[in-house]
């Protein structure tokens, strides 16, 4: 099996337990479920619960105690890109290709949506508290999973960048929302799956900043599809950072400058795995992929 392959597999897993753990459209409140569900069908690679359940299982997990934490962060992260999307935010109507929720909902029940797969988010990590395996480890990871969702994380990083919307920003400020807004969700996927199977706080030291390497370089090679890619494989519309007047990788560095930084950041998130005290081929072939993908 190849990297590809083996990537669409595992995610075809986190696809069936995220799915798991959504919630039946039912009773009076019935429309903004179907619209929490219809948000996270949308699909995507599945990155974050993938993630998560490598290092999960390079550190050492064999039970499921990791599952619901998969799905409350492929929750959170779905709830972050339907408020995204609004009208008072990015405005795309695409998301994956297919109507973004506030095409379908209106924007009032999107904006609820999101809400909702927040709360819905830590109602399923907290499950994971009823598993008969050993839960000591599972305040650490609801820890984890909070704080880089929330203002001194994702929610930081959308901070700034809504508000340097139509400033010139600089090399500092772009790293700092980037690794907020984007590297904080990676770095929670392969931390709180790393403290469920009982890495130490030195070696979750190491993990977060590796997978802030990878995180700042995940989003430099997004700020060149934007100009460069095909909105067919994107699954969204290219252009939109133009379009929203932001700084990115791109308008600082220049298109041959952010590939260079891209590679570089690549390369020392490389180095960074080295050092770690587990090992995973896959994650190495991980890093690669998602600094030379095309979608």
Do not use: W
Request: include cysteine; glycine fraction near 10%.
């Amino acid at each position: 099996m190849n990297f590809n392959e083996e990537l669409k597999a595992k995610a075809v897993e986190a696809e069936k337990i995220i799915e798991a753990y959504l919630p039946k459209a039912e009773g009076p409140q019935k429309t903004v479920i179907e619209a929490m569900n219809y948000s996270v069908r949308l699909g995507g690679k599945r990155l974050r619960p993938v993630i998560m359940r490598e290092f999960y299982t390079m550190y050492g997990g064999r039970g499921k105690i990791v599952e619901p934490f998969m799905a409350a962060l492929e929750m959170i992260h779905t709830y972050s890109l339907v408020h995204d999307d609004l009208p008072v935010m990015d405005n795309d109507l695409l998301r994956r290709g297919k109507p973004s929720t506030h095409a379908v909902y209106g924007a009032g029940m999107a904006t609820l949506a999101g809400d909702g797969l927040l709360n819905l988010a830590f109602e399923t990590a907290f499950l994971a508290f009823d598993f008969k395996e050993d839960t000591g480890a599972v305040p650490a990871a609801l820890k984890i999973l909070a704080e880089k969702a929330g203002f001194k994380g994702m929610l930081g990083g959308q901070v700034v960048d809504v508000e340097s919307e139509g400033k010139s920003v600089s090399e500092e400020t772009l790293n700092f929302i980037h690794e907020k807004k984007t590297a904080c969700m990676l770095e929670s996927a392969a931390m709180t799956g790393a403290v469920l199977a009982g890495a130490g706080e030195e070696e979750l030291k190491k993990i977060e900043n590796l997978m802030s390497l990878l995180g700042v370089a995940f989003q430099v090679r997004d700020d060149i599809l934007d100009v460069t890619g095909d909105e067919a494989l994107l699954g969204k519309p290219v252009g939109s950072d133009e379009k929203n007047n932001k700084t990115t990788f791109v308008t600082l560095y220049g298109l041959s400058g952010a590939e260079k930084e891209a590679e570089r950041l690549a390369a020392e998130a490389l180095s960074a795995a080295g050092g770690l005290s587990a090992e995973s081929e896959f994650f190495n072939a991980l890093i690669r992929y998602l600094v030379e993908r095309d979608f």
